[in-house]
Every structure is written in structure tokens, then in C-alpha cells.
């Protein structure tokens, strides 16, 4: 079991920048790979990003690659969305997701992940 915080989330510029953090509970935190994921109003869930347990495979949806980057820190049990040029399309509540069934091809999936923050309001303005 993990429970999940995310934080960070607010209302910047475009060309700005935020970062998210996401706090997990538990001993075995790097057992767990992570993904972040974003819905705007109207819109299905989108995936974002994704780490595995070790932090050496990353995995970026096409829309944010170069722009955001995804880390963690195992011994913090926090993993982290650095989003730098945001655009006012990347408006969205962003959530944190945890998974044991970590494989590059599928970690694009929200079905893999069986843990889910409450997610953070991420507002961009033009």
C-alpha cells in the first residue's frame, strides 16, 4: 500500500515555471514506479511522465518532452515534475500514480497504476 500528496500546483504566466512534488507513505517506495498524469476540463486523462523505481528510465508524453522533467528521491520517498515554458494548454489537474507493473511500453497506461493522488490544480494563463 501507498498513499500519495502531490503539491506544487498554482496559477502561472506562460513562459513560467512550476514544479510539482509528490510525497508517497511507506518502507518500499523504490519498488514503485511513478507516473504523472494531467485531465483538463472536458478532456480524457493524459498522460505526462513516468520513472521507474531506480530513477534510470524516464518515459515523457510527446506534448511536454524538452519542457518537463520527471526525478526521485528514493530516500525523500518524493518524486518530482519540473515544467518549465508552460503553455496555457498545459492547464489541467496533474496527479501522481504508483505502480509495481513498471514496463516502458505500458507505462503510457493509467491502468497499470494502482495508486492515485487527489491531484493539483496547474493553471497556465496566455
Known amino acids: 500500500q501507498v498513499q500519495l500528496v502531490e503539491s506544487g500546483g498554482g496559477l502561472v504566466q506562460a513562459g513560467g515555471s512550476l514544479r510539482l512534488s509528490c510525497a508517497a507513505s511507506g518502507r518500499t517506495f523504490s519498488s514503485y514506479a511513478m507516473g504523472w498524469f494531467r485531465q483538463a476540463p472536458g478532456k480524457d486523462h493524459e498522460f505526462v511522465a513516468a520513472?521507474?523505481?531506480?530513477?534510470?528510465?524516464?518515459r515523457y508524453a510527446d506534448s511536454v518532452k524538452g519542457r518537463f522533467t520527471i526525478s526521485r528521491d528514493n530516500a525523500k520517498n518524493t518524486v518530482d515534475l519540473q515544467m518549465n515554458s508552460l503553455k496555457p494548454e498545459d492547464t489541467a489537474v496533474y496527479s501522481c500514480?504508483?505502480?509495481?507493473?513498471?514496463?516502458?511500453?505500458?507505462?503510457?497506461?493509467?491502468?497499470?497504476?494502482?495508486?492515485w493522488g487527489q491531484g493539483t490544480q496547474v493553471t497556465v494563463s496566455s
Open positions: 500514480a504508483a505502480t509495481r507493473d513498471w514496463a516502458y511500453s505500458r507505462s503510457i497506461s493509467s491502468g497499470i497504476y494502482g495508486y
Open positions: 520513472i521507474d523505481g531506480s530513477g534510470s528510465s524516464t
